[in-house]
């Protein structure tokens, strides 16, 4: 089976604009999770979801929202970006209560 | 509250074996475990359950204490391609959704 892909592997964004990243997790995973990886706060749950509902969120402002379509794949989207949120955001997805697969994920940069 | 990984790094080198540690002081259901590479993805190493059960690699081997809340990941005979940073990443409850804390990561380095 493929792996988890992420679009775009790389962007480059200014204070104010908004973002979104996409996500396609592997064939048959239902779950899809978001994390954010930064130096300073290290890998941090953003939010999931399962079968288009959002199921769980993280401790993220509202500025860090999602979706889910009906194949699975998923969308983040930031809006009015500031400099503190470039990062690597990472997506996962998961089949069942067992291990969870992480895409290559996209690379933030807010200047 | 993330759990608490020990030690925070490490160097060793090739054929030498290595133990990390992570604490949580939450009561889990499970504990993943993976290795992350300078530029890369987190790769799934190992997840262990509450009631013993166990999935991962061959060669990686790890153990979970219930009563304590704690997992250790063992690296024996440590090869080149083992450095990297492991995350311990915990859940708190079965079928909660698929939401995991992370630890704050163990370098590890292998010397040849």
């Known amino acids: 089976k493929a792996g988890v892909t992420q679009t775009p592997r790389y962007l480059i964004k200014t204070r104010g604009q908004q973002v979104t990243l996409s996500c396609s997790p592997i064939s048959g995973h239902r779950s899809v999770s978001w994390y954010q990886q930064t130096p300073g706060q290290g890998l941090q749950f953003l939010f999931e979801y399962f079968s288009e509902t959002q199921r769980n969120k993280g401790n993220f402002p509202g500025r860090f929202s999602g979706r889910q379509f009906s194949n699975s794949r998923s969308e983040m989207n930031v809006s009015t970006l500031e400099l503190g949120d470039s990062a690597l955001y990472l997506c996962?997805?998961?089949?069942?209560?067992?291990?969870?697969?992480f895409g290559p994920g996209t690379r933030l940069t807010v200047t | 509250q993330q759990p608490v990984q020990s030690p925070q790094a490490v160097i060793l080198r090739e054929g030498e074996d290595a133990v990390i540690n992570c604490s949580s002081s939450?009561?889990?259901?499970?504990v993943h475990w993976y290795r992350q590479k300078h530029g890369e993805a987190p790769v799934f190493l190992m997840i262990?359950?509450?009631?013993?059960e166990q999935k991962g690699h061959e060669k990686i081997s790890a153990s979970f204490n219930e009563k304590k809340q704690q997992s250790s990941l063992y690296l024996t005979a440590s090869q080149l391609s083992y450095s990297g940073t492991y995350f311990c990443g915990t859940e708190k409850a079965y079928n909660a959704g698929n939401m995991l804390t992370f630890g704050g990561g163990t370098r590890l380095m292998v010397k040849p």
């Open positions: 939450k009561a889990l259901y499970s």
């Open positions: 996962a997805s998961r089949e069942t209560t067992y291990e969870q697969y």
């Open positions: 262990l359950l509450k009631g013993g």
